[in-house]
Every structure is written in C-alpha cells, then in structure tokens.
C-alpha cells in the first residue's frame, strides 16, 4: 500500500511559503501550509562549478521522462543519472535498464536508489547528492514536484505543462521566485523555445519583417490520443493516474497537455498572456469514463484589441494540423511545428526568410542549456513564463467549458479552482469522472 496523504501534500509547499514567497490564500490543501514552514538550504548546484559532474534525479519513467534523460545525457557529457522514480517501480527498473544499456556507466542507478510509489519524488529530493531533478509524470503532480525540488534546492526540468489549475500557477510562480532568489535553474519542456527556426523567426518578426503584428492562429489539430484500458485489480485512484491523460485533473485536458506548445508560441509572440478569453468546443468522440472534450477553440484577446485564435481537436481519420501562422501589417509568418521550419512572406507572396526546422536537436538544446547553466553559476530560472502559458491553457479551457468569458485577472487573482482530490493514495478512491457541460459547469 502506498500513501500519498492530506498531511505530506501540506508539507510539499512549505519550504516556498517559508521563503516568504506565500501564493494567495484560498488554496485550501496545496497552499495553506505557511505557518510551520522552516527555512530552505540551497542545494548542491548553486555557483559557477567548472567542470563539475551533475548528477540528476529522474521522477517518471514514462516516454518523455525517459527521453528527458536520454536527451540530457547525449547533450551533456559532464551528467550522470543517479536516481529513478515512478510509481511503478518495475517501469522505474525497466527505463533504467534501457538507458544504462545506452550510457553504459553514466547511468548509475542500483536498486537502492530506484523507488515506486507516490512518494518515490520525495526520496529523490530527498537525495543530498542529487543536484537535478527531471520531473515528467502526468501534469498534475508537477506544481508539488516542483515546490518539493525546488524547496530541496535541487535545480529542475520541468516537462509541460507545469500546472492544470489556478492552485497549480500559483505554486508554480512561487517556485520561479525561490528558485530565482536562491540561485537554482528551472528549464521546463517548450522545447520551441530551443529551436532555431522559431528563435530565428520569432527575433524577424520582433524586428519588424512582418510589419506590425495584428494577430495571430495556433493550430493543435491530431487524429487522438491514447487511452489505457483499466487493468484488473486497478483501484479508482491507481486507475485513473494510468490512464491520466483522460482526468483533467491530472492533464488538463488536451489544451494543456499537448497544445500548450502552440499556446507558449502565442505568449512568447505576444509577449506575455491575454487580457480575456472567448472559446468554444465539442465532445462527441471519446470514451465513456474520459473527461476530455474532443475540441476547443479559443480567441484570446489582448488589451489593445488584437486576437489570437487557437483551435485543437482530437478527431480520428482527419488532417493534422499543428503550424502557427502571424499575420501582420507587412507580411505573414509560418512558424510550423516539429521538423517543418519557418517561412515568412510579404502580403504579394514574396518570401522574406525562411528556415529548417529540427525538433530532436531542441529537445537535446533545451538540457545543454539547462546544464550549462548550472555549472557556469548563471541558473536559468524560466518556470513563471511556462507557468502562465499553461495558465492560458487552463484560462482557454475554462472559458470552453463554462460557455464563460474568463478573464485573466479572475484566474489569476480571484478563481480557486484546484482540480488536486484532497486524498490521493494507492489504492485508493478517485473523483467520480465528469464532463463539463457549459451553462451548468460555471468558472470557479
Ligand atoms: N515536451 C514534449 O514534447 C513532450 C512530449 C511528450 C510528453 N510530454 C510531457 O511529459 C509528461 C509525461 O508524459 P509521457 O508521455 O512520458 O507519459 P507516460 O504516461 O508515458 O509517463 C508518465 C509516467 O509518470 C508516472 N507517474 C504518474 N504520476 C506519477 C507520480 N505522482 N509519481 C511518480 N510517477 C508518476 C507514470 O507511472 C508513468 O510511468 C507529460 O506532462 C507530457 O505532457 C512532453
């Protein structure tokens, strides 16, 4: 039996409410933890270390996880994997094998420090000779993964989306504020924030390409995801965070779970998060126990009027679309996704700019940065930028659902929406599956 209770999710977020870093109260299980809260050290990572071997933690050794590590340690001659968790431990064991078989004796993981279970993240901030820790288990967990490395001063990559709710955000903007304030990185997984075709693309249009930007459409347009049939003798609570992408407590919902990458473009375009949402979408196609919708679309709406759109559907046997386009007063720009690169044309068609995309080399990109970083003392500390991109996601949902137009100052400073079931062990019970249906479901 494995507990995750009330009492340890209370102490997750201490060590940042203890920095005098406090999110807004209101968040009832994940924030109201200041008052027995003791002070923070700085872990092992902080100041310029030259030649310094970094040694990193890993908490979920699913796909990305395991790719989390192998990315960092192809891009990274000079790290080493020390640690592994996940709640199952025999997926934790089988990632390790698979990656030691790779990296040979850079993966040093023995079975000592290889942990199941729910509170497998908490050993491994625990570790004093864990300088890093790669957190990439369902997005639900990430905003206490986070507060709990962050607080052990441990320096993180963070997969997106890092929060599915307004008491995810706020954790998550505390964590940045620590980590800046102690001198820890966080890099999180936007990894087109790391890929040149984008940098170059996004730096031609600050620079006036395109003339002046007046708005913008992010597609994540695929043909499904998966969905992992409940396995015999799966309690409700172990159920659902198998199959996590289908409980939005756990992901989000497809807007944050996949599309936060297009909606990261538009904050990163737009330079910072809308004033207001407007959105729609539809649920028709999925099954019967999942909480997805099968589509939302949203106009988000800035303060001086300019809208950028974003659709996403997950519909079988229709045409992928996943590209960006910025229309402006001169031009048009294409910033396409995965391998597709950039292409700029003015209004008669003319093409300005154009470049390759390579999507593998950013997720390496992204843990180079990350590593060097630490070892030359100058953190990168990035956590508040993804934070409020996954808040947009959360925003665009929220607006979708309730038929509402949520504005970014109420779910920012006013919704106390926080989607974490206030018990969550193994085995255990879970919140009882439901799809919200505008005009009744309300923002919150
Ligand atoms: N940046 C990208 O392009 C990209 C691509 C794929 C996935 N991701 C992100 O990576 C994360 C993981 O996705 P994935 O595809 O690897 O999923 P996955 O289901 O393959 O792996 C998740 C793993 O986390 C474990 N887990 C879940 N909750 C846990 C907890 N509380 N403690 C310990 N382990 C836990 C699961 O057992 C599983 O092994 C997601 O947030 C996803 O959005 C990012």
């Known amino acids: 039996m494995q507990d995750h209770t009330r009492r340890e999710f209370l102490a997750l977020t201490a060590a940042i409410s203890a920095a005098g870093l406090v999110a807004p109260e209101g968040f009832g299980l994940r924030m109201a933890s200041a008052q027995d809260a003791k002070p923070t050290s700085v872990g092992s990572g902080a100041g310029a ?27 990274n001659p000079n790290v080493k994997l020390v640690a592994m968790a996940d709640i199952d431990l025999a997926k934790a064991k ?13 993966v040093d993981v023995t079975d000592e420090r290889i942990f199941g279970g729910l509170d497998g993240y908490q050993k491994i901030c625990d570790l004093k000779d864990v300088d890093l820790v790669l957190l990439a288990t369902a997005p639900g967990f990430r905003p206490i993964h986070i507060a709990a490395a962050v607080g052990a001063g441990k320096h993180v990559f963070a997969e997106k989306p890092v929060c599915v709710d307004t008491a995810g955000y706020h954790i998550c903007c505390a964590a940045h504020d620590l980590a ?9 997984g936007t990894q087109y ?11 031609r249009i600050r620079e006036g390409m395109i003339g002046d930007v007046v708005g913008m459409t992010a597609r994540y347009c695929s043909n499904g995801i998966w969905y992992r049939e409940r396995q015999p003798g799966m309690s409700d609570m172990e159920y659902q965070i198998y199959n996590w992408m289908h409980f939005i407590w756990l992901s989000g919902d497809q807007i944050a779970e996949q599309a936060v990458h297009n909606i990261d473009i538009i904050h990163w375009v737009m330079g910072g998060p809308p004033t207001r949402c407007f959105a729609s979408g539809s649920r028709w196609n999925r099954p019967a ?3 997805m919708w099968d589509s939302v679309s949203c106009d988000f709406e800035w303060a001086n009027g300019k809208i950028c759109s974003f659709t996403g559907r997950h519909w079988p046997n229709s045409d992928n679309q996943l590209d960006n386009v910025v229309y402006g007063s001169k031009g048009v720009a294409y910033l396409r996704a995965f391998d ?5 044309y003015d209004h008669s068609g003319k093409e300005l700019f154009s470049i390759k995309g390579n999507l593998g080399a950013a997720y390496r990109q992204e843990h180079k ?12 500390v990035e956590l508040r930028q993804t934070a409020e991109s996954s808040m947009m996601a959360v925003m665009g949902r929220e607006a979708a659902y309730s038929g509402q137009i949520a504005t970014w100052d109420f779910m920012t400073t006013k919704s106390k929406l926080d989607l974490m079931p206030k018990l969550v062990q193994i085995p255990g019970d879970a919140p009882a599956p439901f799809v919200r249906k505008p005009g009744e479901y309300r923002l919150q």
């Open 49 to 75: 270390t030259p030649g310094k071997v970094v040694r990193i933690g890993l908490v979920g050794c699913g796909g990305r996880g395991s790719g989390a590590a192998n990315d960092s340690l192809t891009a």
């Open 94 to 106: 089988a990632a390790r094998d698979a990656l030691k078989e790779a990296h040979g004796e850079r």
């Open 180 to 188: 800046a304030k102690q001198g820890t990185a966080i890099v999180t």
């Open 193 to 203: 924030r790391r890929q040149p075709s984008f940098i170059e693309g996004i730096k």
């Open 289 to 291: 126990d999942s909480e």
């Open 340 to 344: 597709s690169g950039t292409q700029i």
């Open 369 to 380: 940065e990350l590593v060097e970083s630490i070892v030359a003392g100058k953190p990168i």
